[in-house]
């Protein structure tokens, strides 16, 4: 009995061997009328056909198929497919005719195969954006705008875009958008002058010189307590803490507090200063004139997330030529979180491939960083940080800052 057993299992085994791993060439049964035997034999590649079976002596012999004819898989037939004569109305070929594929036709642009037809992709109508894309084997999904977004076209390709943030560009709301209509946005005075830039290159490096590059301990709080003016609250303290990189803690906390104390004589006096050295820096770029193509490979050069182009093409019609570089550096930054300015833009400088883009430029940007980081600039931001921070912060060691 237990021999039985064993020997049942052992012929189990091979079975299930058999139809798993089956053998290359793959094989098939043959009864061959010469020796009255069942065989073994290789079936036939694709691009061939079965022109005898094999024998004892020899070999399956497979020959291969004549023009416009074919085969796709190993087989045991003794004759090819005919490929498919020509495509439909409306279709072209995607994939010619060999001995191994047969013609493989597709809708053309724009269209996609229903049933036998080629029929027109959807267009979403206003109000509406493509979720899925249409391709030649499927029909455009429309679905409609959420809140913040909108289309105003009957597209089969638009997705819904992003209403226009005025206050990002320093322009003023005018009218709300809606699924249909963009957000209508206006000029202010402010908004002429400054672009609506959250933070200028100056004021970055400013406040970027006062991160040290050893921490004390509780520097943070250090400071807090040292800031003339009005203080910044420990809510915003520990949500600076807990969103920022310690590195970073530093500039957004100086940052908060520039704009509580905007009447400080302390803080007028830094404003003075930064803003003498915006105009230097604008004299840097007065000339940078791009086109739309030449901002997009700027910013596509700059590290980390990346600026959208319906931001680049709002900044180039609300912000004059000078200003548009720094705008959009500036909403970079806003995007990026913890990135050092100037360090994104030596980066980008860097690795900036596009030979269209203007050496001109190129030059400013350089003379600006190099400007940013003089030693004439270090000595001012060093004077009006230790005269910021009173006598108490005075006595931390230089060599900490």
Same mark, same amino acid.
């Given at each position: 009995?237990?021999?039985?057993?064993?020997?049942?299992?052992?012929?189990?085994?091979?079975?299930?061997?058999?139809?798993?791993?089956?053998?290359?060439?793959?094989?098939?049964?043959?009864?061959?009328?010469?020796?009255?035997?069942?065989?073994?034999?290789?079936?036939? %590649?694709?691009?061939?056909?079965?022109?005898?079976?094999?024998?004892?002596?020899?070999?399956?012999?497979?020959?291969?198929?004549?023009?416009?004819?074919?085969?796709?898989?190993?087989?045991?037939?003794?004759?090819?497919?005919?490929?498919?004569?020509?495509?439909?109305?409306?279709?072209?070929?995607?994939?010619?005719?060999?001995?191994?594929?047969?013609?493989?036709?597709?809708?053309?642009?724009?269209?996609?195969?229903?049933?036998?037809?080629?029929?027109?992709?959807?267009?979403?109508?206003?109000?509406?954006?493509?979720?899925?894309?249409?391709?030649?084997?499927?029909?455009?999904?429309?679905?409609?705008? %959420?809140?913040?977004?909108?289309?105003?076209?009957?597209?089969?390709?638009?997705?819904?875009?992003?209403?226009?943030?005025?206050?990002?560009?320093?322009?003023?709301?005018?009218?709300?958008?809606?699924?249909?209509?963009?957000?209508?946005?206006?000029?202010?005075?402010?908004?002429?002058?400054?672009?609506?830039?959250?933070?200028?290159?100056?004021?970055?490096?400013?406040?970027?010189?006062?991160? %040290?590059?050893?921490?004390? %301990?509780?520097?943070?709080?250090?400071?807090?307590?040292?800031?003339?003016?009005?203080?910044?609250?420990?809510?915003?303290?520990?949500?600076?803490?807990?969103?920022?990189?310690?590195?970073?803690?530093?500039?957004?906390?100086?940052?908060?507090?520039?704009?509580?104390?905007?009447?400080?004589?302390?803080?007028?006096?830094?404003?003075?200063?930064?803003?003498?050295?915006?105009?230097?820096?604008?004299?840097?770029?007065?000339?940078?004139?791009?086109?739309?193509?030449?901002?997009?490979?700027?910013?596509?050069?700059?590290?980390?997330?990346?600026?959208?182009?319906?931001?680049?093409?709002?900044?180039?019609?609300?912000?004059?030529?000078?200003?548009?570089?720094?705008?959009?550096?500036?909403?970079?930054?806003?995007?990026?979180?913890?990135?050092?300015?100037?360090?994104?833009?030596?980066?980008?400088?860097?690795?900036?491939?596009?030979?269209?883009?203007?050496?001109?430029?190129?030059?400013?940007?350089?003379?600006?960083?190099?400007?940013?980081?003089?030693?004439?600039?270090?000595?001012?931001?060093?004077?009006?940080?230790?005269?910021?921070?009173?006598?108490?912060?005075?006595?931390?060691?230089?060599?900490?800052?």
């Amino acid at each position: 009995m237990n021999k039985l057993l064993c020997c049942a299992l052992v012929f189990l085994d091979i079975s299930i061997k058999w139809t798993t791993q089956e053998a290359f060439p793959p094989k098939y049964l043959h009864y061959d009328p010469e020796t009255s035997r069942q065989l073994m034999c290789d079936k036939c %590649p694709p691009g061939t056909y079965l022109k005898q079976h094999c024998t004892a002596r020899r070999k399956t012999v497979c020959a291969p198929c004549a023009d416009n004819y074919y085969t796709d898989a190993w087989h045991t037939s003794d004759e090819c497919l005919y490929c498919n004569t020509a495509c439909k109305e409306l279709q072209h070929v995607k994939q010619e005719c060999s001995r191994t594929h047969n013609r493989v036709c597709e809708c053309e642009e724009g269209r996609y195969l229903e049933v036998e037809f080629c029929l027109k992709h959807r267009s979403c109508p206003p109000g509406f954006g493509v979720v899925q894309a249409g391709t030649p084997e499927r029909n455009t999904v429309c679905g409609r705008c %959420p809140d913040g977004f909108f289309s105003n076209e009957t597209s089969s390709k638009a997705p819904c875009r992003k209403h226009t943030n005025c206050s990002a560009f320093g322009l003023l709301l005018t009218q709300r958008g809606n699924a249909t209509h963009d957000s209508v946005c206006s000029r202010s005075s402010e908004s002429t002058h400054k672009c609506g830039i959250d933070v200028t290159l100056c004021e970055e490096a400013f406040f970027r010189f006062a991160v %040290p590059t050893k921490f004390t %301990p509780n520097w943070l709080s250090v400071l807090v307590d040292n800031l003339p003016g009005t203080k910044v609250n420990t809510e915003s303290v520990e949500r600076i803490k807990r969103r920022h990189s310690s590195q970073e803690q530093t500039f957004q906390l100086l940052k908060l507090w520039k704009h509580q104390n905007k009447d400080q004589d302390m803080v007028k006096k830094i404003i003075q200063d930064i803003d003498l050295c915006e105009k230097s820096v604008h004299r840097h770029l007065a000339h940078t004139n791009l086109t739309l193509e030449q901002l997009r490979s700027l910013m596509d050069s700059l590290p980390g997330k990346k600026v959208t182009a319906e931001d680049i093409e709002t900044t180039r019609e609300a912000c004059q030529a000078g200003q548009q570089i720094l705008k959009l550096l500036s909403l970079w930054r806003l995007r990026n979180g913890d990135q050092d300015t100037l360090k994104g833009l030596v980066h980008a400088l860097k690795h900036l491939k596009t030979h269209r883009f203007p050496k001109t430029v190129a030059q400013s940007l350089k003379k600006t960083i190099r400007f940013l980081h003089s030693l004439t600039m270090y000595r001012l931001y060093q004077k009006l940080f230790l005269e910021m921070i009173g006598n108490q912060v005075q006595s931390v060691k230089i060599s900490c800052l």
